[in-house]
């Protein structure tokens, strides 16, 4: 398993994606082969998503590696993410935040919210709550949020992630139709001003919800 971590760790460091050492470090503590299902297990170590059941899937780290470095996560931070799926993405967060930080992590798929806490329990993660849920909603009693990251698609960021956002704090999301999207990083500068960045196309299953995709159109 470690030679097959250490290999993908390689990859995603020659090809630009994996600069801190930190984030290096949480992914040698949260190994994606404790994340994937039995059958899939030779997978866990290729850089491509891996199917998790119920029609989802853990991401290509390479993708979770941009996304992750892209928040500039701190330690203590209070962080949302939307989209638990294996709970491999909330592992890693909740190695850079710390003991001292928190994340919260939404799901809407009972099903995969236990396959996620048992996952995090086999990595000891203490620090990590997986809610049930329309994560497009956000959390507005665990708000405001130091980063916020949506980890499937949506058309647009929907405005009470935007709200629970802190000022100076960063959101990351898919965002386009639900063939393809844009990776967008939004820092919200002040109350009502956000600045935006652009970190190239992806490929991501839909968020559901209010402020998601409606179920009837996937
Ligand atoms: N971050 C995950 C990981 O590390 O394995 C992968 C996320 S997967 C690409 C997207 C997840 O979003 C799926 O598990 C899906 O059920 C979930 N999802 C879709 N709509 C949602 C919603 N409205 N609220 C919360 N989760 C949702």
Avoid at 28 to 43: A, I, N
Wanted: net charge positive.
């Amino acid at each position: 398993m470690s030679e097959g971590l250490e290999r993908l760790i390689g990859e995603i460091k020659k090809h630009g994606f994996l600069k801190s050492k930190p984030l290096e470090e949480a992914i040698r503590k949260c190994p994606r082969g404790l994340f994937v299902p039995e059958d899939r297990k030779e997978d866990a170590y290729l850089d491509e998503p891996v199917h998790i059941g119920f029609g989802q899937t853990v991401s290509q780290p390479s993708t979770v590696v941009l996304m992750t470095e892209a928040l500039k996560v701190e330690k203590g931070q209070n962080v949302l993410e939307v989209g638990t799926g294996s709970g491999w993405q909330s592992a890693i967060l909740g190695v850079l935040v710390g003991e001292k930080g928190k994340i919260y992590t939404t799901e809407r798929l009972k099903a995969l919210i236990r396959i996620a806490k048992d996952n995090l329990n086999r990595i000891g993660a203490k620090n990590i709550e997986v809610i049930e849920g329309d994560g497009s909603l956000g959390l507005k009693d665990k708000a405001p949020f130091d980063r916020i990251i949506v980890t499937a698609a949506v058309r647009f960021v929907p405005g009470p992630l935007l709200e629970q956002l802190k000022i100076g704090g960063f959101a990351i999301a898919p965002v386009g139709d639900m063939v393809s999207q844009e990776m967008i990083l939004i820092k919200r500068v002040e109350k009502n001003k956000f600045e935006r960045k652009f970190l190239g196309r992806f490929a991501f299953v839909p968020l559901l919800g209010e402020y998601g995709f409606s179920e009837g159109s996937v």
